[in-house]
């Protein structure tokens, strides 16, 4: 149906109810950028969480691109883009991108930001920089998946998740293997987190 042949009436219904949709993920994407706008974070870690959201990763390196060029000389915090809410922080070389839909919470989504930023500068020793990140890639894989699943945030304490990294890197040393063993192990929870996030919106609906 066209935007002519379509009712007024029909069409904002149409809207609202769109509008009034609720979304299981809570962040659409996470990447880190250097200050030439390429991904380092990107190997076994499935950063965009939303499997409509630029399915292929062409669509995904423009995306990334585009979010750059906007953001690299910006002094602001955040910044809206192809209909997303889009919150950063940057460090000597490396941009931290949490990205959400146009109606998430802003305050939500850069509690993320900061939770993964605070995190990892913990673990690099307050060194965020390109080359130490790329050496402690897997302790990077490991903060990330205890932020958030699946698109559900859930933690955004950073001490917290540092104590869950530090727990199993010091249970098994960190390897190619540890890191995708504990990323099969939270996606066999992946079902259970979002049955509590439909419960959770349903009640919240109902209120």
């Given at each position: 149906?066209?935007?002519?042949?379509?009712?007024?009436?029909?069409?904002?219904?149409?809207?609202?109810?769109?509008?009034?949709?609720?979304?299981?993920?809570?962040?659409?994407?996470?990447?880190?950028?250097?200050?030439?706008?390429?991904?380092?974070?990107?190997?076994?870690?499935?950063?965009?969480?939303?499997?409509?959201?630029?399915?292929s990763m062409k669509e995904q390196?423009?995306?990334?691109?585009?979010?750059?060029?906007?953001?690299?000389?910006?002094?602001?915090?955040?910044?809206?883009?192809?209909?997303?809410?889009?919150?950063?922080?940057?460090?000597?070389?490396?941009?931290?991108?949490?990205?959400?839909?146009?109606?998430?919470?802003?305050?939500?989504?850069?509690?993320?930001?900061?939770?993964?930023?605070?995190?990892?500068?913990?673990?690099?020793?307050?060194?965020?920089?390109?080359?130490?990140?790329?050496?402690?890639?897997?302790?990077?894989?490991?903060?990330?998946?205890?932020?958030?699943?699946?698109?559900?945030?859930?933690?955004?304490?950073?001490?917290?998740?540092?104590?869950?990294?530090?727990?199993?890197?010091?249970?098994?040393?960190?390897?190619?293997?540890?890191?995708?063993?504990?990323?099969?192990?939270?996606?066999?929870?992946?079902?259970?987190?979002?049955?509590?996030?439909?419960?959770?919106?349903?009640?919240?609906?109902?209120?």
């Amino acid at each position: 149906m066209t935007a002519q042949s379509c009712p007024r009436q029909h069409c904002a219904t149409t809207m609202d109810s769109a509008a009034l949709e609720p979304s299981l993920y809570t962040v659409k994407a996470v990447f880190i950028l250097d200050n030439d706008g390429n991904k380092t974070l990107q190997k076994n870690l499935k950063n965009y969480y939303d499997p409509e959201l630029y399915p292929s990763m062409k669509e995904q390196k423009n995306f990334e691109l585009n979010v750059f060029n906007k953001t690299h000389k910006a002094d602001n915090e955040i910044a809206f883009l192809e209909g997303m809410t889009i919150v950063y922080k940057s460090s000597i070389d490396l941009f931290f991108y949490v990205v959400g839909s146009a109606q998430e919470n802003e305050l939500m989504l850069m509690a993320v930001l900061n939770c993964l930023f605070e995190s990892v500068s913990q673990m690099l020793r307050k060194n965020v920089e390109k080359r130490t990140l790329l050496d402690n890639m897997d302790g990077v894989f490991l903060v990330v998946d205890e932020i958030i699943d699946g698109g559900v945030i859930l933690e955004s304490d950073p001490q917290q998740v540092i104590e869950k990294v530090n727990y199993r890197a010091d249970d098994s040393p960190l390897s190619e293997q540890s890191v995708a063993q504990h990323i099969t192990e939270k996606l066999a929870l992946t079902s259970n987190v979002l049955q509590s996030a439909k419960e959770q919106i349903k009640w919240s609906i109902l209120k």
